[in-house]
């Protein structure tokens, strides 16, 4: 089972709101990750957590908060997004041991900000 | 720090035929892993093939293989017998070796449509 699911599949928001997005796995891996995806484009990393701290900060604005409440859920807070803030969020994990790789992607949030 | 570049922003191919997509990426690491991923159109990233800088056998997937060249800092994906279903985004990816996590960087992908 490789399977990383995201919810929810699109979303749209004003620049007010405030969401969440969520993401799980139950393959016991131990590192996830958000990305941005503009169209066209790769991911962009933004977070990534390594058994359930924050081990890397993309330098990402504030308005995006991510949080792991435990090994198989990952959350990413949004408020006060900015139109330019629509893209695909992406959610991957990996087993974060070491001599392991492989980062396995959920199949994203479409976030779009009005 | 590392670079990956794919130097075909798109391609086209008749169903059936073979096609070489190619990659090159630049750094000073010894240890370190190579992916391909796949990403077709409105649907989720999926990896294709990887491998390990180490290994001098070329990785190989069904019709996918690569042609993994270290010394030249090349890593290419041959699919064979191409499929409508292998219209995607592909993206070539470079991992470090790493004690744990750890940033993939990608390349800016190649757009590959498989014409009927």
């Known amino acids: 089972d490789t399977e990383v699911t995201q919810t929810p599949k699109h979303l749209v928001m004003g620049m007010t709101n405030k969401k969440s997005l969520k993401c799980e796995q139950h393959m016991g891996h131990r590192a996830m990750y958000w990305y941005k995806q503009k169209a066209k484009k790769p991911p962009e990393l933004m977070f990534v957590y390594s058994y359930e701290k924050l081990s890397i900060n993309e330098s990402v604005p504030s308005r995006f908060s991510p949080e792991c409440p435990n090994s198989s859920l990952l959350n990413l807070h949004l408020h006060a997004l900015q139109p330019e803030d629509s893209a695909l969020y992406l959610c991957a994990s990996s087993q974060g041991t070491e001599n392991t790789d492989t980062q396995y992607f959920g199949p994203g949030t479409r976030l779009t900000v009005l | 720090a590392q670079t990956v570049t794919q130097s075909q922003p798109e391609m086209s191919v008749q169903e059936a035929e073979t096609v070489t997509l190619s990659c090159t990426y630049d750094?000073?690491?010894?240890?370190?892993?190579l992916f391909w991923y796949k990403q077709p159109p409105s649907r989720q990233m999926i990896l294709v093939i990887r491998q390990e800088a180490y290994k001098q056998q070329n990785a190989t997937e069904n019709r996918f293989s690569v042609n993994f060249q270290k010394a030249a800092k090349s890593f290419s994906l041959k699919i064979s017998d191409s499929q409508l279903g292998d219209t995607a985004m592909y993206f070539c990816a470079f991992m470090k070796y790493s004690l744990r996590d750890d940033k993939i960087i990608f390349g800016k992908g190649t757009r590959l449509h498989i014409l009927p």
């Open positions: 750094t000073s690491e010894n240890n370190y892993y």
